[in-house]
Nanobody, 115 residues
Framework: QVQVVESGGGLVQAGGSLRLSCAASENIFRIAAMNWYRQAPGKQREFVAQ???????KYADSVKGRFTISRDNAKNTMYLQMNSLKPEDTGVYYCRAGVYYSEYWGQGTQVTVSS
């Protein structure tokens, strides 16, 4: 059974920082392209960042220079370091593991940035 579990969300003031974590099952993590998505109230889910199994990263324009995605294969865990947070970063952040033609999603973790 594949598990994807996010943690680290919370309430922070604008300009502050948070670090999200995503732990995935060992049998998929090392070969998976790991992604962060987010969904604000009343909006569609949107891509935030990706890190491939080889370490290549990609970011949405809205978070470039503020967010950093990383992974620790020894811990089967991916991270999203979020700095200089803005109220528009508020939403539920989801972890997605992409393995060949399959995908696995976590349950999401809430991030709220107050102005």
């Amino acid at each position: 059974q594949v598990q994807v579990v996010e943690s680290g969300g919370g309430l922070v003031q604008a300009g502050g920082s948070l670090r999200l974590s995503c732990a995935a099952s060992e049998n998929i993590f090392r070969i998976a392209a790991m992604n962060w998505y987010r969904q604000a109230p009343g909006k569609q889910r949107e891509f935030v960042a990706q890190i491939t199994s080889g370490g290549t990263t990609k970011y949405a324009d809205s978070v470039k220079g503020r967010f950093t995605i990383s992974r620790d294969n020894a811990k089967n865990t991916m991270y999203l370091q979020m700095n200089s947070l803005k109220p528009e970063d508020t939403g539920v952040y989801y972890c997605r593991a992409g393995v060949y033609y399959s995908e696995y999603w976590g349950q999401g973790t809430q991030v709220t940035v107050s102005s």
